[in-house]
């Protein structure tokens, strides 16, 4: 079921989107200069990540961005959910924000940083909980996604996400969101088998050149 509806909840608007926001960062104060240097470790989801995960004390906030898979795309293919930690004394941590994503090559992955700094992301949508998000109900999902990996991984990168904002009550303002997300990404996908199509064209064109001129 999702979260509490009553809460704070920004949605952009598809043709404003801001770029790089850090509304959370600059919440947990300035975590640059309080923590230092952010993780750059992304890594696989594991079992024993999920446990970690079950066992922090809950979260603050979620946010969902988006940001291109490469340095020279410009796609927005990439949907990248942040949460905001919550300590059983109300602070947030040496690592506050969870980042969480679907990437096709490598399943589900967790990152634990101190700042969130990813080039050309623009934020979607942001909501603050009344109250914080206790962490199993994110930790029970992830231990799902591990258990029954999906049967297209790059639709995935839309479905895993949606499936995390919705627990948190976002069902609704980011369903058209989420369709408009998964058919880029099947467009992006055609357009990347042409390119394979083609380039495998390209290489029995030339072995056959070098072939023939060979056998002359």
């Known amino acids: 079921k999702p979260f509490n509806a009553h809460a704070s909840v920004r949605v952009a608007c598809p043709r404003k989107q801001r770029r790089r926001p850090a509304t959370m960062a600059q919440r947990v104060c300035d975590l640059k200069s309080c923590t230092g240097r952010s993780a750059k470790r992304v890594v696989a989801l594991t079992g024993a990540a999920v446990r970690d995960i079950g066992n922090i004390w809950g979260f603050r906030s979620v946010t969902l961005y988006t940001a291109p898979r490469g340095d020279d795309d410009e796609k927005q293919l990439r949907q990248i959910v942040v949460f905001e930690v919550r300590c059983v004394d109300g602070k947030s941590g040496e690592k506050p924000l969870l980042l969480l994503e ?55 990168m839309a479905e895993f ?29 055609e357009e990347e088998k042409k390119k394979e199509r083609e380039r495998q064209l390209a290489a029995l064109t030339v072995a056959a050149s070098v072939l023939m001129c060979n056998i002359q």
Request: aromatic share 10%; glycine share 2%.
């Open 102 to 156: 679907y990437d096709p090559s490598k399943g589900v992955t967790q990152e634990r940083i101190d700042t969130f700094n990813i080039p050309k992301a623009e934020q979607i949508a942001e909501l603050t909980f009344p109250v914080p998000l206790f962490s199993p109900r994110i930790s029970d999902l992830l231990q799902l996604w591990l258990d029954t990996p999906p049967d297209d991984h790059y639709q995935a």
């Open 161 to 189: 996400p949606k499936a995390v904002v919705d627990i948190c009550g976002l069902k609704e303002e980011l369903e058209e969101h989420f369709e408009e997300a998964k058919e880029k990404i099947k467009e992006w996908r």
